[in-house]
Nanobody, 122 residues
Framework: QLQLVESGGGLVRPGGSLRLSCAAS????????ISWFRQAPGKGREGVSCISKTDISAYYGESVKGRFTISRDSAKNTVYLQIHSLKPEDTAVYYCAAALDCSGSPEPSLYWGQGTQVTVSS
C-alpha cells in the first residue's frame, strides 16, 4: 500500500513562502496523479493542485493560480508544492493524495497523507 508523508508546513507571515513535500513509500509513485488538497477549520476539503502521472499536466485551483507551483522529483519519490505570496486565507491543513487521474475532487483519491498545517499570520 502506498504511503504518503507530508512535511514543510509551519507558521508564516503574509507574503511569505513555503515548500511542502509529499514523500511516497513505493517506486510505483509515478503511476499515480498526485494532488494537494487543503482543509480550513469548519470548511470542506478544497482541491489546490494536481500533477498528472505523466507529469505532462498540472492543475491549480482558481484561488492559488500564479502563487502555487507543483512539481515531481521521481528520483526522490516526492511531489512538491511551492507556495509564494501566502495569504491568511491560505491557512489550512494541507494533504497530498494519490489517484489514477487529476479530477479536483477528493473522492477518487486512493491514498492520503496525514496532513501538514500551514498557518499564515502576522
Amino acid at each position: 500500500q502506498l504511503q504518503l508523508v507530508e512535511s514543510g508546513g509551519g507558521l508564516v507571515r503574509p507574503g511569505g513562502s513555503l515548500r511542502l513535500s509529499c514523500a511516497a513509500s513505493e517506486f510505483t509513485f509515478d503511476s499515480y496523479a498526485i494532488s494537494w488538497f487543503r482543509q480550513a477549520p469548519g470548511k470542506g476539503r478544497e482541491g489546490v493542485s494536481c500533477i498528472s502521472k505523466t507529469d505532462i499536466s498540472a492543475y491549480y485551483g482558481e484561488s492559488v493560480k500564479g502563487r502555487f507551483t507543483i512539481s515531481r522529483d521521481s528520483a526522490k519519490n516526492t511531489v512538491y508544492l511551492q507556495i509564494h505570496s501566502l495569504k491568511p486565507e491560505d491557512t489550512a491543513v494541507y494533504y497530498c493524495a494519490a489517484a489514477l487521474d487529476c479530477s479536483g475532487s477528493p473522492e477518487p483519491s486512493l491514498y492520503w497523507g496525514q496532513g501538514t498545517q500551514v498557518t499564515v499570520s502576522s
